[in-house]
């Protein structure tokens, strides 16, 4: 599956998120490297769309994730494309810090765990959902 839009927003928040919790420099001199080249490749991938080299069928990979609705509410995402990727980098911000948790989970209080695994998946849930508004809004700019 080729990357999307999204995919690659996503990438690099991820990559700018290790970035600010790293104080290795080895790690931070490769990170800097996968940075670049994930800006890189979006702006191809913004040129190539514009150009029309990417299908229509292929500026948008839909999660389709397939999960119980009820309980499980996830914000709604809108906004044009400079928004959504906020709102991107937001959740994945929130998912780093939740995430953590998860690596202590021993040491997270009993009557926080449901509370703590919850939280996970509705941020997973949400970033989805920003990866596709992404693939989806700038679907709609290219193929005005």
Not at 24 to 47: G, H, T, V, W
Request: hydrophobic share 40%; proline share 2%.
């Amino acid at each position: 599956m080729a990357e999307t839009l999204g995919m690659l927003c996503d990438k690099l928040t991820i990559v700018k998120l290790k970035q600010y919790h790293s104080d290795d420099q080895a790690r931070l001199n490769s990170l800097s490297i996968q940075a670049k080249d994930l800006q890189e490749e979006i702006d191809l991938y913004i040129s190539d769309a514009i150009a029309g080299k990417i299908p229509p069928n292929k500026l948008s990979f839909a999660s389709n994730k397939v999960f119980k609705q009820e309980g499980n509410e996830v914000k709604e995402i809108k906004g044009n494309l400079g928004e959504i990727f906020y709102q991107l980098a937001d959740v994945n911000c929130t998912l780093w810090h939740e995430q953590e948790k998860v690596y202590e989970f021993e040491a997270v209080p009993l009557d926080e765990k449901d509370s703590v695994v919850k939280k996970l998946a509705i941020l997973n849930l949400e970033r989805n959902k920003c990866i596709d508004a992404i693939n989806s809004v700038f679907a709609s700019m290219i193929l005005r």
